[in-house]
């Protein structure tokens, strides 16, 4: 009797220390994961969620305090002035022109985007070449490596004044011009043209993935019952494709309110005449803040931009996941 | 979907689209694909323009005469340009290094399972993609804060951490490791740290160089940073150099002055074949290795595009 009850306690201790071990192990690896973490969301915490506390500027009337001009102080001794910053902003026509640019702007690349891309990724599928189709596919790929500072270059060799390409052209012709950097008329189609010579390459890309990924007895069944290759193209291969197309439709939507500054900023070169159709929300922000030195509004049209934005994404998303599980950010 | 690009294409003329039609796909395809690498070879040529010729009929695909010019300034002015080029390396090999280090270790704890936070950091990276404090406040902190001023912190800091990295990595965890392995050298008394470094880093390899291309090029073709945070000159890097050539023409002439044998003259100065020169110079080291790595990007950005 005595001998059992020794064992049954030793067993209890030896199943405590053992459930201990294990509490421990379990410990050490969630400390040993979170060192993992811990470089990365450093780095988030101080460039990216430090700054979304600075949103007040946005409700300030931002001054520097130049007794001790910290970040902090700057903030603490600026005064309030509630949302006037907003209401400054609205009342400007500047902003409903970078408003309507920066929409309008993004409709166009959606729309054309997905018909330019989708139409040659069918188009290079058809072609019996292979590797000559592999020499198309690196061509087109290019500009997307390479810096809107650069691609701004490739502009100007055609559009600079005097030595420009079609300058000399324009001359030859004997068409007055006025000089392109000044000329807002052009710009909307080049911009349009800027943006798609640099990522058509790659959303080709992704379409050729997917039409990759078709199953080819779907192609063969439909040519055995004598379907032509507009109707195969039609009934098989854009149905394949149509998650991909609403998926990548509704992402590029939740990010209407942004733009790629180089392309609205580097590729004009920053030409003043041309801010009527080259202003975008994000040229405003930082030209009000490095420009004009207009921090409060800078950051309140920032603020704007970015909190439409998040709701936009919120709404998009949830819609990705009803279509496409697997494609939903989170 | 990300393995072989060539798969699925057809390789005879069975059920292909009639030989006419085929033609004038090639004809629409070959133009469009011409026009994106047109413009570079113009640049190139310009490059080699004469700068009497760019005078006589500006800038031409048929120059009438060619010349080194462009070129031999470029090796002369020296200073600020080797300096630029130094500068744009060396940030991209810093920042690449530590970037792809931070990406590895981040998303490897977002890949495990039995991670008792996942959720909470998956949440932590994932929102700073949709929301974000804005321009105005980031250069606050990063600049009056963090000191990212005029130093080359300024150049490495503000790409060094990307969330969409970290979801395209752990998505290439996910596909390439096994649970089990993780299992097995566990109970085998290998510690964290060692897994991860002698186990799985080895068998990501394709995943992990395709970050850190992805990486390589943010860092080279990063101006936006420049633009910024540097004022001083001695830490510009090659597109921020090539961007401030634009605005102020003579800039590197009136930066040559400094402790230079040749004395640079504005007025024969080349400065559009000059410019160009420098065009080429950036784009050649991203020309000549992208075809190797344009394999692995792809591989990547198929990944990367739907989840981001």
Same mark, same amino acid.
């Given at each position: 009797?005595?001998?059992?009850?020794?064992?049954?306690?030793?067993?209890?201790?030896?199943?405590?220390?053992?459930?201990?071990?294990?509490?421990?192990?379990?410990?050490?690896?969630?400390?040993?994961?979170?060192?993992?973490?811990?470089?990365?969301?450093?780095?988030?915490?101080?460039?990216?969620?430090?700054?979304? #506390?600075?949103?007040?500027?946005?409700?300030?009337?931002?001054?520097?305090?130049?007794?001790?001009?910290?970040?902090?102080?700057?903030?603490?001794?600026?005064?309030?002035?509630?949302?006037?910053?907003?209401?400054?902003? #609205?009342?400007?026509?500047?902003?409903?022109?970078?408003?309507?640019?920066?929409?309008?702007?993004?409709?166009?690349?959606?729309?054309?985007?997905?018909?330019?891309?989708?139409?040659?990724?069918?188009?290079?599928?058809?072609?019996?070449?292979?590797?000559?189709?592999?020499?198309?596919?690196?061509?087109?790929?290019?500009?997307?490596?390479?810096?809107?500072?650069?691609?701004?270059?490739?502009?100007?060799?055609?559009?600079?004044?005097?030595?420009?390409?079609?300058?000399?052209? &324009?001359?030859?012709?004997?068409?007055?011009?006025?000089?392109?950097?000044?000329?807002?008329?052009?710009?909307?189609?080049?911009?349009?043209?800027?943006?798609?010579?640099?990522?058509?390459?790659?959303?080709?890309?992704?379409?050729?993935?997917?039409?990759?990924?078709?199953? =080819?007895?779907?192609?063969?069944?439909?040519?055995?019952?004598?379907?032509?290759?507009?109707?195969?193209?039609?009934?098989?291969?854009?149905?394949?494709?149509?998650?991909? %197309?609403?998926?990548?439709?509704?992402?590029?939507?939740?990010?209407?309110?942004?733009?790629?500054?180089?392309?609205?900023?580097?590729?004009?070169?920053?030409?003043?005449?041309?801010?009527?159709?080259?202003?975008?929300?994000?040229?405003?922000?930082?030209?009000?803040?490095?420009?004009?030195?207009?921090?409060?509004?800078?950051?309140?049209?920032?603020?704007?931009?970015?909190?439409?934005?998040?709701?936009?994404?919120?709404?998009?998303?949830?819609?990705?996941?009803?279509?496409?599980?697997? =494609?939903?950010?989170? | 979907?990300?393995?072989?690009?060539?798969?699925?294409?057809?390789?005879?003329?069975?059920?292909?689209?009639?030989?006419?039609?085929?033609? %004038?796909?090639?004809?629409?395809?070959?133009?469009?694909?011409?026009?994106?690498?047109?413009?570079?070879? #113009?640049?190139?040529?310009?490059?080699?323009?004469?700068?009497?010729?760019?005078?006589?009929?500006?800038?031409?695909?048929?120059?009438?005469?060619?010349?080194?010019?462009?070129?031999?300034?470029?090796?002369?002015?020296?200073?600020?340009?080797?300096?630029?080029?130094?500068?744009?390396?060396?940030?991209?090999?810093?920042?690449?290094?530590?970037?792809?280090?931070?990406?590895?270790?981040?998303?490897?704890?977002?890949?495990?399972?039995? #991670?008792?936070?996942?959720?909470?950091?998956?949440?932590?990276?994932?929102?700073?993609?949709?929301?974000?404090?804005?321009?105005?406040?980031?250069?606050?902190? =990063?600049?009056?804060?963090?000191?990212?001023?005029?130093?080359?912190?300024?150049?490495?800091?503000?790409?060094?951490?990307?969330?969409?990295?970290?979801?395209?990595?752990?998505?290439?965890?996910?596909?390439?490791?096994?649970?089990?392995?993780?299992?097995?050298?566990?109970?085998?008394?290998?510690?964290?740290?060692?897994?991860?470094?002698?186990?799985?880093?080895?068998?990501?390899?394709?995943?992990?160089?395709?970050?850190?291309?992805?990486?390589?090029?943010?860092?080279?073709?990063?101006?936006?940073?420049?633009?910024?945070? %540097?004022?001083?000159?001695?830490?510009?890097?090659?597109?921020?150099?090539?961007?401030?050539?634009?605005?102020?023409?003579?800039?590197?002439?009136?930066?040559?002055?400094?402790?230079?044998?040749?004395?640079?003259?504005?007025?024969?100065?080349?400065?559009?074949?000059?410019?160009?020169?420098?065009?080429?110079?950036?784009?050649?080291?991203?020309?000549?290795?992208?075809? &190797?790595?344009?394999?692995?990007?792809?591989?990547?950005?198929?990944?990367?595009?739907?989840?981001?």
């Amino acid at each position: 009797m005595i001998q059992n009850t020794m064992n049954s306690s030793e067993l209890a201790v030896e199943r405590a220390t053992a459930q201990n071990r294990m509490s421990f192990q379990r410990h050490k690896k969630t400390l040993i994961l979170l060192s993992m973490v811990l470089p990365g969301a450093i780095w988030l915490l101080l460039l990216r969620y430090l700054p979304m #506390f600075g949103i007040v500027m946005a409700f300030q009337n931002w001054e520097i305090y130049y007794d001790n001009p910290t970040l902090f102080s700057n903030i603490i001794h600026s005064p309030w002035v509630g949302l006037q910053n907003f209401a400054f902003l #609205f009342a400007t026509s500047d902003c409903w022109q970078m408003l309507f640019n920066t929409i309008a702007y993004n409709l166009v690349f959606i729309i054309l985007g997905t018909i330019i891309s989708v139409a040659f990724a069918i188009m290079m599928s058809e072609l019996t070449l292979r590797r000559l189709m592999k020499t198309y596919q690196t061509m087109m790929f290019f500009p997307f490596f390479l810096s809107w500072v650069v691609a701004s270059y490739f502009l100007y060799a055609f559009l600079a004044p005097d030595d420009g390409l079609m300058v000399h052209l &324009f001359k030859n012709l004997e068409i007055t011009q006025l000089g392109w950097y000044n000329d807002t008329r052009p710009w909307p189609y080049l911009i349009v043209f800027a943006h798609m010579w640099k990522n058509v390459g790659y959303t080709v890309v992704l379409y050729m993935a997917a039409i990759v990924g078709i199953d =080819s007895s779907l192609f063969e069944a439909a040519r055995i019952d004598g379907a032509s290759k507009w109707q195969q193209i039609r009934y098989v291969t854009l149905p394949h494709l149509t998650t991909l %197309i609403v998926v990548l439709l509704i992402i590029n939507v939740g990010k209407i309110f942004s733009s790629d500054f180089g392309l609205f900023y580097t590729v004009p070169m920053n030409s003043g005449p041309l801010i009527p159709v080259t202003q975008v929300v994000d040229t405003y922000v930082y030209r009000a803040l490095l420009n004009t030195g207009d921090v409060g509004m800078s950051t309140a049209a920032g603020l704007f931009q970015s909190a439409v934005g998040f709701v936009l994404v919120l709404i998009t998303n949830a819609i990705v996941r009803k279509v496409e599980p697997d =494609s939903a950010m989170f | 979907m990300n393995t072989s690009m060539s798969k699925g294409y057809k390789s005879s003329r069975l059920g292909a689209i009639s030989v006419p039609a085929e033609i %004038i796909l090639h004809v629409i395809i070959a133009v469009f694909s011409l026009t994106c690498i047109i413009p570079f070879i #113009f640049c190139i040529i310009i490059s080699f323009t004469s700068k009497q010729s760019i005078a006589n009929i500006g800038f031409s695909f048929f120059p009438q005469s060619w010349t080194l010019d462009g070129y031999k300034y470029v090796f002369n002015m020296g200073k600020q340009l080797w300096l630029s080029y130094f500068n744009s390396i060396f940030v991209s090999v810093v920042g690449t290094v530590l970037s792809v280090t931070i990406c590895i270790l981040y998303s490897y704890a977002l890949y495990r399972r039995d #991670f008792k936070y996942r959720r909470f950091f998956t949440l932590f990276a994932v929102f700073t993609m949709m929301f974000t404090g804005g321009l105005a406040p980031t250069y606050q902190v =990063s600049k009056i804060m963090l000191g990212l001023s005029d130093n080359y912190w300024a150049l490495i800091v503000p790409l060094l951490v990307n969330p969409f990295n970290f979801i395209i990595m752990r998505t290439f965890f996910q596909s390439s490791v096994p649970d089990t392995i993780i299992e097995a050298a566990t109970i085998d008394g290998s510690g964290e740290y060692n897994t991860l470094l002698n186990i799985i880093i080895p068998i990501s390899k394709p995943g992990i160089a395709t970050i850190a291309l992805l990486t390589v090029l943010a860092y080279w073709n990063d101006w936006f940073s420049a633009l910024l945070y %540097i004022d001083d000159n001695s830490f510009y890097p090659l597109q921020y150099l090539l961007w401030q050539m634009q605005s102020q023409i003579d800039f590197l002439a009136a930066n040559s002055g400094k402790g230079l044998e040749t004395v640079v003259n504005v007025a024969t100065m080349p400065t559009q074949s000059f410019r160009m020169a420098v065009v080429v110079l950036v784009v050649i080291p991203i020309a000549f290795a992208y075809p &190797f790595f344009q394999r692995y990007v792809v591989a990547g950005l198929t990944v990367g595009s739907v989840k981001g």
